[in-house]
C-alpha cells in the first residue's frame, strides 16, 4: 500500500527524508503543531523550509525527539531559533542535554555533528501525551539505543517506531558495538509492537509502511542472523559509522578520512570488540574503507573519497 494511502489519520504529515536525516512526524492540531525528530544539522534549513511550507504563518509549538542520536536531533537548534518551541526528549537523556556532556550524547563516541541545543521539558516511558485530538503513548524501546522511546496511537493504529522498526529490519545496535548486551532488548521491543494493535508504522527512516507482521519477520530473521554471528553485527556497525560520516561530509581526502577513523574512538571499540584484526586498527579501517568502495557504496575520485 503507497504510504499516502495508509490510515494515518487526522493532522498526521510525515515527512521522508533521506538516510541522513531521520522522518519529520508533523502532529498538526490546526492551532500549532508539533514535530516528532529534527532531522540533522546538515538538513536542517531544508527543514525549517519544509515546516514553513506546510505551516505558512502557525506556529510550530513542540518539538519531541524520541532519540539523541544526531540524525534525530541535529535540527533542533536551528528550530529552536525560528519558533520559541517547548522542547521535549526522554528522561534518560535530560542531564545530559542540560550539561551538553558529548559524551553521554554519543557525539565524541561517534564524532558525529550536533549543534548545541536545550530542553525544556521530558517524556518518560508509560506516559500518555495528548497532542490536537489524539493520544500518544510513550513507550519504551531500548536496542538501537537505551534510551530511545516509540510513540503509539491506539485509536487510529498509528506506531512511530524511530529506529526500532523499518519496513526492513531497525537501527544498528549501538551498545553491542562497545560491547554491552542488547539484542535481547531489540527482541523484546519486537514483541512488544507484535502484541500492539498497529495499522501503520512511520520508521525513523524510509516511507511508511502497513504490513507490519512481515516487516517483524524481517527483523527477526536480520536479529537471528546478529545473534548467529555477532561479529558480522559489528563489521556492520564499523560499514554504517564510516558511511555516515561520508554522508555527513559528502566527500573527503583519504588522508583526513583516515585521521577521523583513527580518531573515532567507536571505531576503537569496534576494532577491540573484534579481536583486534589486521594487527593495527589503521589497518583494519583501510580495509573497511577498501570493502565500502569495492561495493560501490563510496567512490574515489583523486584520492578524495565521495558519498555516492
Known sequence: MP????????????????????????LDDGDGATLVDSGHCVHAAQTVALLRQHLGARPLRRLINTHLHSDHCGGNAALQHEWPLHTLVPSSSWRAVQDWDEQALSYRLTRQRCERFSALGRITAGEVLRIGARDWQVLGAPGHDPESLILFDAEHGVLISADALWENGFGVVFPELEGAAAFDDVQRVLDLIESLPVR?????????????GAALQRARSRLAGFRADPARHLRHGAKVLLKYHLMEERQQPVPALRAWMRDTPLLHAIWAELGRPSGSLQDWADRLLQDL???????LRDDTVCDL
Do not use: M, Q, T, Y
Open 3 to 26: 504510504s499516502d494511502a495508509l490510515p494515518l489519520g487526522p493532522g498526521l504529515h510525515v515527512f521522508e527524508r533521506g538516510w541522513l536525516s531521520s522522518n519529520n512526524i508533523l
Open 200 to 212: 501503520c508504522v512511520i520508521p525513523g527512516h524510509g516511507a511508511a509502511f502497513g504490513d507490519v
Open 293 to 299: 568502495l569495492d561495493s560501490g557504496v563510496l567512490k
